[in-house]
C-alpha cells in the first residue's frame, strides 16, 4: 500500500506559537486531505486540497499541496490549547485512503 | 442528521467470541467506508460500499470479516472467533460520491474493541 509519513511525529509548544508539519508520500495524489482526531473520536476533516500548488486556509489553518504532488503541509498560527490533538495527512488511491503516521500536538498553556 | 453514528462505543469480548458493530451514515451519503485504527495509527482501510455493493476490500480484511449495507444505508462489521490481535478502534465514514467530483468522508466517533 501507500506510504505516508508524516513529520515530526509528536510537538511540544508554547500557546500562541505557530506550527508546522509534513507529510510525505512515495507516490502521487491527487487529492491532500487534513484530518485532527482527538482522543476517543473519529478524525475530523480539516482541509481539502485537490490541485498541486493550492493554498488553502481554514481560520488559523493553512494547507498547501505541494508542487510535486508527492507532499503536503500544515500549518497553524497563534496556537490554543484546544488545538491539542492528532493531525493525520491523507490521500486516496482510487476508491481507498491512505493515512499518515500522524502529528501528536501538545500545547503548554 | 447529526453525523455519522457507530454502536456500541466500546466492545469488550472474550477470545473466540463474534461481535457485530453497526454504523448508521450520514443520510444522504451514497459511500460507507471502514477503517481499523491501533493504537498509535493512523486509520486503515478495510472496505467501502456504495449504496448496497461492496465494491472493495482490504488485504487486511481476513475471511472472519464480513460487512455487510443490506438497504444502502446503514452497515454492520462482523468479526468471527475474535483474536486479540483484532483489538482496535473500528472507524465508519461517509460520503457522497458523484461523478466527476471528490468525495470528502465524514467519520463516525468509532467502537473500540477489546479482545481478551
Known amino acids: 500500500g501507500q506510504q505516508l509519513n508524516q513529520s515530526p511525529q509528536s510537538m511540544f509548544i508554547q500557546e500562541g506559537e505557530d506550527v508546522s508539519m509534513n507529510c510525505t508520500s512515495s507516490?502521487?495524489?491527487?487529492?491532500w486531505l487534513w484530518y485532527k482526531q482527538e482522543p476517543g473520536e473519529g478524525p475530523v476533516l480539516l482541509i481539502a486540497?485537490?490541485?498541486?500548488?493550492e493554498l488553502t486556509s481554514n481560520g488559523r489553518l493553512t494547507a498547501q499541496f505541494g508542487i510535486t504532488r508527492k507532499d503536503s503541509f500544515l500549518n497553524i498560527s497563534a496556537s490554543i490549547p484546544s488545538d491539542v490533538g492528532i493531525y493525520f495527512c491523507?490521500?486516496?488511491?482510487?476508491?481507498?485512503?491512505?493515512f499518515g503516521t500522524g502529528t501528536s500536538l501538545t500545547v503548554i498553556p | 442528521d447529526t453525523g455519522v453514528s457507530q454502536n456500541p462505543r466500546h466492545k469488550i469480548t472474550k477470545r473466540g467470541q463474534n461481535v457485530t458493530f453497526r454504523c448508521d451514515p450520514i443520510?444522504?451519503?451514497?459511500?460507507l467506508y471502514w477503517y481499523r485504527q491501533t493504537l498509535g495509527q493512523g486509520p486503515e482501510f478495510l472496505t467501502y460500499?456504495?449504496?448496497?455493493?461492496?465494491?472493495?476490500k482490504s488485504r487486511l480484511l481476513s475471511d472472519r470479516f464480513s460487512a455487510e449495507r443490506p438497504k444502502g444505508s446503514f452497515s454492520t462489521l462482523e468479526i468471527q472467533r475474535t483474536e486479540q490481535g483484532d483489538s482496535a478502534m473500528y472507524l465508519c465514514?461517509?460520503?457522497?460520491?458523484?461523478?466527476?467530483?471528490?468525495?470528502?468522508?465524514?467519520f463516525g466517533p468509532g467502537t473500540r474493541l477489546t479482545v481478551l
Open positions: 486540497l485537490y490541485k498541486a500548488g
Open positions: 491523507a490521500g486516496p488511491t482510487g476508491n481507498q485512503f491512505y
Open positions: 507516490s502521487i495524489f491527487n487529492t
Open positions: 443520510s444522504e451519503h451514497n459511500r
Open positions: 460500499f456504495q449504496n448496497e455493493a461492496q465494491l472493495e
Open positions: 465514514a461517509s460520503s457522497f460520491s458523484f461523478v466527476g467530483g471528490y468525495n470528502e468522508q465524514f
